[in-house]
């Protein structure tokens, strides 16, 4: 699915979620990745502190249809009182120039152990082999600009500073792919 967003504040972009391989090993072997692609839908070059994806899977989300869509695995494990959106838009981020049709990626690796130190449990952890499960990505938050808006001749560093005191921009990009769980597999 490709959302294009239709706002001014939100970055000239269409998005597009998708699985690598087409199904998930519930063993972790192959590794299971979601990956997202933005491709620069304006006329001008933009430039753009882009949020990684984390260990913690920040935005991804895994459902389960038989489940009511609830949501399993690829949560958060940060409380409520420790959340800082600033700060996590700063912290894990890639400085990224897009020419008009240029795509830039960012993937993440579906987890089938517990992550932060037993805190919370593996993505898979809920998984039944043969049930089919959806990745969705909800939203996305960008830094953004048009490069004709920076200032000439200067360097990456000076270029993550602009952007750094830009606000953030949060749009819906709803994208959504299905899956299939793997059953384990004995060596």
């Not at 958060?76 to 240029?102: H, M, Y």
């Not at 499960?133 to 960008?142: A, F, G, V």
Request: glycine letters at 4%; one cysteine or more.
């Amino acid at each position: 699915m490709t959302t294009h967003c239709e706002s001014q504040q939100e970055p000239p972009v269409s998005t597009t979620v998708t699985i690598s391989p087409s199904t998930c090993s519930l063993s972790g072997s192959p590794p299971f990745r979601a990956i997202t692609e933005h491709e620069c839908t304006a006329s001008k070059p933009i430039w753009a502190l882009v949020r990684l994806f984390t260990d913690f899977s920040g935005g991804i989300e895994i459902r389960d249809p038989l489940r009511k869509h609830r949501r399993i695995g690829g949560g958060s494990t940060i409380f409520a009182d420790e959340w800082d959106e600033e700060a996590l838009d700063l912290e894990d981020t890639e400085l990224v120039c897009l020419e008009p049709g240029q795509k830039f990626s960012t993937s993440y690796t579906i987890s089938v152990v517990p992550k932060a130190d037993g805190l919370k449990a593996s993505d898979i952890r809920h998984m039944v082999p043969g049930n089919t499960y959806e990745i969705t990505l909800r939203k996305r938050r960008w830094r953004w600009m048009f490069e004709d808006e920076m200032a000439q001749d200067i360097d990456e560093d000076e270029r993550r500073a602009i952007l750094k005191k830009r606000e953030a921009v949060e749009w819906k990009v709803d994208c959504q792919v299905n899956f299939r769980a793997n059953k384990l597999h004995k060596l």
